[in-house]
């Protein structure tokens, strides 16, 4: 069953909504009452002449309405066990170097190209702020200024006119990379940033996790990426650079129907 896991969740979420609001009661109407309120012996209504006092109207009990329980609930993840084909765990590079010169320096080029050429190997597509902080961190270097950052981009920028290294826009990857796949935090992990991530590694990822669940809404795709991703929070920037890939991905014929059913169109 191809969407296991978030149809399981949803049915987990609709369960635990239905256990909170509790079970709804059929409303009781008051017994009739006779004259000075007493209910008739035989069940019957009042002897009369059909006819109400003048001037008095019949009271009418109001229907009960059952009271409206808001639930507040947590989302769990459900885990099928399955391997998605489309997803694999972010490996983090960790490149240590021994450098005789300091990083914002031209001498620094050669051994900065190096590590440049591993990390982008292992975790392309990968940001120029990400590719900073690689490089900072096998220097030893506490912060990067903007010499260190002019000199990690001109490096970065020498690979790609060497053609060993692809880019688009703040992003860089290897050029040997055949399949582009969404990759998921690691346990302990640092989790990336939305910006950090490579829009058309979001695009996989929202493409295939509607995919599982046909039709669900658009605001429950946004939370399943979130989850994917290991944001726990879902911040307006976030929700916001989202929203635009679904929208991208409408314009690219590959999603059809509007914001209350998200349907994936196969190539």
Not at 220 to 239: M, V, Y
Request: charged content about 30%; aromatic content about 4%.
């Amino acid at each position: 069953y191809r969407g296991r896991a978030a149809a399981e969740l949803r049915l987990r979420e609709a369960v635990e909504q239905a256990v909170a609001q509790g079970p709804l009661r059929a409303p009781v109407e008051p017994p009739a009452t006779g004259p000075g309120g007493e209910p008739p012996v035989d069940g019957t209504a009042p002897a009369g002449d059909g006819q109400e006092e003048a001037g008095t109207l019949r009271a009418v009990p109001a229907p009960r309405v059952p009271a409206q329980v808001e639930v507040e609930h947590e989302r769990v993840p459900v885990d099928s066990g399955a391997e998605r084909d489309w997803s694999a765990p972010y490996r983090t590079s960790r490149v240590e170097v021994s450098p005789r010169h300091e990083l914002h320096t031209p001498e620094a080029r050669p051994a900065l190209r190096k590590v440049l050429a591993q990390v982008i190997e292992v975790e392309g597509p990968i940001h120029e702020d990400l590719l900073v902080q690689r490089a900072r961190e096998a220097w030893g270097v506490g912060r990067a200024g903007n010499r260190i950052r002019d000199n990690v981009r001109e490096v970065a920028l020498a690979l790609v006119r060497a053609g060993l290294v692809s880019s688009d826009g703040a992003f860089f990857d290897t050029v040997r990379r055949d399949t582009l796949k969404a990759r998921t935090p690691q346990d302990g992990a640092p989790v990336r940033k939305v910006v950090h991530i490579a829009p058309d590694e979001r695009y996989v990822a929202l493409y295939e996790l509607a995919a599982e669940c046909p039709g669900m809404s658009q605001d429950e795709l946004i939370k399943q990426a979130c989850e994917f991703f290991g944001w726990r929070r879902t911040g307006k920037d976030i929700r916001d650079r989202l929203a635009a890939d679904i929208t991208a991905l409408h314009q690219q014929g590959r999603f059809e129907g509007g914001p209350d059913r998200v349907g994936v169109v196969r190539a």
